[in-house]
């Protein structure tokens, strides 16, 4: 702090939490939250006194954004997204989801999540000094959309069993013969996708069969289906 006046000049700095340092220079090292505010710069001389004010501001740092109970979410589940920084003196702000648009706030409550729901999430923390953002990334666990349907077929004829999926890819569909994993062969085909063809069927390939479907988050069995 600077003054012209005299003809000597008494300099006293008024700071945010309250207490006072008598000099011209005051040196705020390793700045943290508690050191944001406003500091007052008093001159004072034999004739009066005069002030001065600045504030100070810090960018967000330690941003933590959370995602309660996880962040992979079961299809038709809950989840809460919490952010919360360090900075100031103020701070606002803003959640950015796929599809939702911008939430301002720091906490956003999902329920009944869809696949859709799935993707970054991004918390944007500004201040006077700037900005700072962190991500985190919402998976959604499988839900059946198709499931196998029973099937009639003679003898070295064809037939395909189909299950489809809804939720975050990518899924791996594995299927089962009378709770037996499919092995593929030159008669089972794609065994290891959404469907599974035998061609042609053989007398022991009658029985009940069904698919199950994993992504990141869990797993699912469509209901069983008889051939």
């Known amino acids: 702090c600077t003054s012209e006046g005299g003809p ?13 340092v008598t000099s011209d220079v005051l040196p705020v090292n390793n700045v943290m939250t508690n050191d944001t505010g406003e500091y007052t710069c008093l001159v004072t001389s034999e004739a009066g006194n005069a002030s001065t004010s600045v ?6 740092y330690n941003i933590t954004l959370s995602a309660e109970p996880s962040p992979k979410v079961a299809f038709g589940g809950n989840v809460t997204l919490t952010c919360s920084s360090e900075g100031g003196p103020s701070l606002n702000y803003t959640l950015v989801t796929p599809n939702k648009g911008n939430v301002t706030s720091q906490m956003l409550a999902v329920s009944n999540v869809m696949t859709d729901d799935a993707g970054v999430y991004c918390c944007v923390v500004t201040s006077e000094a700037g900005t700072s953002s962190l991500n985190i990334t919402i998976t959604v ?3 059946i959309v198709t499931n196998p349907v029973d099937q009639e077929v003679l003898i070295n004829e064809s037939v395909t069993f ?32 959404s469907n599974v063809t035998i061609d042609p069927v053989q007398g022991g390939d009658f029985g009940s069969y069904h ?17």
């Open 8 to 20: 000597t000049l008494d300099y006293t700095w008024m700071l945010p939490d309250n207490t006072n």
């Open 141 to 143: 666990g499988v839900s």
């Open 162 to 193: 189909s299950c489809l999926a809804d939720g975050s890819q990518p899924f791996t569909y594995q299927w089962y013969k009378d709770d037996q994993l499919v092995i593929m062969d030159s008669r089972l085909q794609r065994a290891n996708t």
């Open 211 to 227: 698919c199950q479907v994993t992504n990141d988050v869990d797993s699912m069995n469509p209901s069983t289906a008889l051939l």
């Open 55 to 60: 504030t100070l501001s810090v960018v967000p």
